[in-house]
């Protein structure tokens, strides 16, 4: 698996936006899909977007629409730009890398490995 920093996160009110960063280390991007998920203590751990090694770019559906992925080609770093931030988006956020996960395993949380991730926090 590729090593990732992660970064960002917060504690936000709803409505507000906030950036993770998630820069892979040793690997260019067009090596290597890079994705996000999410996990509360209630739920398991849930896919929140990717951006696959061709560029294509998934999103899961809770998230469509308000979440997005951009680059930052000069630092190999990848973001995800969350908007209208509401209180169910609070949750751990993890970024992982792999070169070797497979589209259909895109989901599939067992395909990455973890680090600690990010808290991000959504409340008035």
């Known amino acids: 698996q590729v090593q990732v920093e992660e970064s960002g996160g917060g504690l936000v009110q709803p409505g507000a936006s906030l950036k993770l960063a998630c820069v892979p280390s040793?690997?260019?991007?067009?090596?290597?899909?890079v994705v996000w998920f999410r996990q509360t203590p209630a739920k398991e751990r849930e896919f929140v977007a990717a951006r696959w090694r061709s560029g294509n770019l998934y999103y899961g559906d809770p998230v469509k629409g308000r979440f997005t992925i951009s680059r930052d080609s000069a630092k190999s770093a990848l973001y995800l730009e969350m908007n209208n931030l509401k209180p169910e988006d609070t949750a751990v956020y993890y970024c992982?890398?792999?070169?070797?996960?497979?589209?259909?395993?895109?989901?599939?949380?067992?395909?990455?490995?973890w680090g600690q991730g990010t808290q991000v926090t959504v409340s008035s």
């Open positions: 040793g690997r260019t991007l067009s090596m290597i899909t």
């Open positions: 992982a890398a792999s070169s070797r996960v497979i589209l259909s395993n895109l989901r599939n949380p067992a395909a990455y490995s």
